[in-house]
């Protein structure tokens, strides 16, 4: 039987986030064919994407967050499925627990519907990288009247 431990997993390999989990997702199914009798065929599932997608976040984890102070300072909690999560002030409303309670990211991987660290920070650097920003950022210069002559 084979098994795939999380620190084996490169979350940074592929350039972009999506193929980094269908790629994962792809070596978690040869792993299942290679070591069950019942071969899964055709198309991947949503069940093997979401677990090749926890898979990438808890190596994405395991790589960026080992600093128990940091963790307790945010409030993070490792969910069922072993991912950290941070607790929000959303906790006693009526949301999903996804949004509850997002998972914990390092501010290099960006992703959607995720907490990501120094988001903030991120944000700002690329808006101020941005020519189009600047220019609708721009205050619009307003010249003084000039005096009218006296005659």
């Not at 307790?72 to 909690?77: D, G, L, N, T, V």
């Not at 690329?126 to 020519?131: D, G, I, M, S, Y």
């Not at 920003?133 to 000039?146: C, D, L, N, S």
């Amino acid at each position: 039987m084979v098994n795939i431990q999380t620190a084996d997993i490169m979350s940074d390999y592929f350039s972009t986030y999506s193929r980094n989990v269908r790629v994962v997702a792809w070596i978690l199914r040869f792993i299942h064919n290679i070591s069950n009798v019942n071969k899964l065929r055709g198309n991947l599932v949503y069940e093997e994407f979401k677990k090749a997608e926890n898979l990438v976040f808890k190596s994405m984890q395991l790589r960026s967050f080992q600093d128990e102070k940091f963790l307790a300072k945010m409030q993070a909690f490792k969910d069922e499925e072993g991912l950290l999560r941070i607790r929000t002030k959303l906790e006693d409303s009526d949301e999903k627990e996804d949004f509850k309670f997002p998972v914990l990211l390092p501010a290099n991987d960006v992703v959607e519907n995720f907490w990501i660290i120094k988001a903030k920070k991120l944000v700002k650097q690329v808006l101020n990288e941005c020519v189009t920003f600047k220019r609708y950022k721009a205050k619009h210069v307003e010249v003084p009247f000039a005096p009218l002559p006296r005659e």
